[in-house]
């Protein structure tokens, strides 16, 4: 089902005898050595589009997922390839799951004439419907309506996939949230929604945004189930979106999923995020989601030194060659500039 299935640090050997067990829904050793790269592939695609755009080679503004890749990857990796995914900005870890190629990625940052939006959008406003990835707005709930349209669209069809989509804590105070919910909740349609509740929606914290004590509690009022969970342990959030896909896919209607981040960077590369309390970051930097897992699959003895600086190596190396390729493509020609935004 993954595209990385076949790359393996060349020094690793797994035994019998050094076999975790499986978490509940079934993940192997490989299959944990393969969420671990694809979150280290996107805290590196992050650096190298921070690098890109203080550079002054970007035409938009840069959006980095950073504390947040155990979720985007998590949730991504409990999909199948026919399946359909509404990522938001910061959710660059489910685009790599679902396929996306860093030459892609690279030459949408870049603004170039053979990127997705040729050259209109330099940001991650974009979509690959080959992949079954449809593209964020900027309102960022206004995904939701959509991607539960979607939804209704399999179930009519009677197609066996699942859409799931994601929202902010600031977004699930939004009517497109709870229009959405409510819609798919009443049909049964199969459809996941996920909270990334990364404690601040632009800058308002979370105590200002809402009085409960949990986002999730939302989904009691439109008959679905909804979970709390750690948005930074990437098994914890595969397990629940792997258990709320095949309840999904067997017509058992949605589930509300909100995953606990924190936004460990400013909401664009230009925000200072000095509105965060002292120390708060300090704080989450400890269960860093790269690093924690780094550390569990090292005492687990799955992840070497050796193979830990094989698999950094080969991400720098492909990221560097997307992002030549990128840089060396050309722009969209002045006398295209207009195509596909005006009406002949």
């Known amino acids: 089902m993954r595209r990385w299935r076949s790359w393996r640090p060349t020094s690793m050997t797994i035994t019998a005898e050094r076999t975790r067990p499986k978490s509940p829904t079934g993940l192997s050793n490989p299959?944990?050595?393969?969420?671990?790269?694809?979150?280290?592939?996107?805290?590196?695609?992050?650096?190298?589009?921070l690098r890109l755009y203080k550079q002054g080679k970007m035409v938009g503004g840069a959006y980095t997922g950073y504390g947040n890749e155990a979720t985007a990857v998590g949730s991504a990796y409990a999909l199948e390839d026919h399946d359909?995914?509404?990522?938001?900005?910061?959710?660059?870890?489910?685009?790599?799951?679902k396929g996306q190629s860093l030459r892609n990625i690279f030459l949408q940052q870049l603004a170039r004439a053979n990127s997705f939006t040729r050259g209109r959008d330099g940001t991650g406003h974009y979509a690959d419907p080959s992949l079954r990835?449809?593209?964020n707005v900027s309102h960022l709930a206004a995904m939701i309506p959509v991607a539960v349209g979607v939804a209704l669209a399999c179930k009519l069809r009677k197609e066996n996939a699942v859409v799931m989509t994601y929202v902010g804590d600031g977004g699930s105070n939004v009517g497109d949230f709870h229009e959405g919910l409510n819609m798919a909740a009443?049909?049964?349609?199969?459809?996941?929604?996920?909270?990334?509740?990364?404690?601040?929606?632009?800058?308002?914290?979370?105590?200002?945004q809402f009085a409960g004590q949990k986002l999730s509690d939302r989904a009691v009022g439109?008959?679905?189930?909804?979970?709390?969970?750690?948005?930074?342990?990437?098994?914890?959030?595969?397990?629940?979106?792997?258990?709320a896909v095949d309840q999904a896919r067997r017509g058992e209607g949605p589930t509300l999923i909100e995953t606990i981040t924190m936004r460990m960077h400013g909401h664009s590369a230009s925000d200072d995020a000095s509105y965060v309390p002292t120390g708060m970051i300090d704080e989450w930097k400890k269960r860093d989601p790269i690093y924690r897992f780094e550390k569990v699959l090292t005492n687990d003895r799955v992840l070497t030194e050796s193979s830990k600086n094989?698999?950094?190596?080969?991400?720098?190396?492909?990221?560097?060659?997307?992002?030549?390729?990128a840089e060396e493509s050309p722009y969209t020609p002045g006398e295209q500039a207009g195509e596909g935004v005006y009406a002949p």
């Open 186 to 208: 009443v049909m049964r349609l199969p459809f996941v929604l996920i909270i990334e509740n990364n404690q601040f929606a632009y800058s308002t914290p979370i105590a200002k």
């Open 84 to 97: 359909y995914i509404f990522p938001m900005h910061r959710d660059l870890g489910a685009h790599l799951v």
């Open 133 to 135: 990835i449809y593209g």
């Open 31 to 49: 299959d944990r050595l393969e969420l671990y790269r694809y979150m280290v592939l996107t805290r590196e695609c992050d650096n190298a589009i």
């Open 310 to 325: 094989q698999i950094y190596e080969k991400v720098r190396s492909e990221i560097e060659e997307a992002v030549k390729f």
């Open 222 to 243: 439109y008959g679905i189930p909804g979970t709390t969970i750690d948005g930074t342990d990437v098994v914890r959030v595969y397990d629940a979106c792997k258990k």
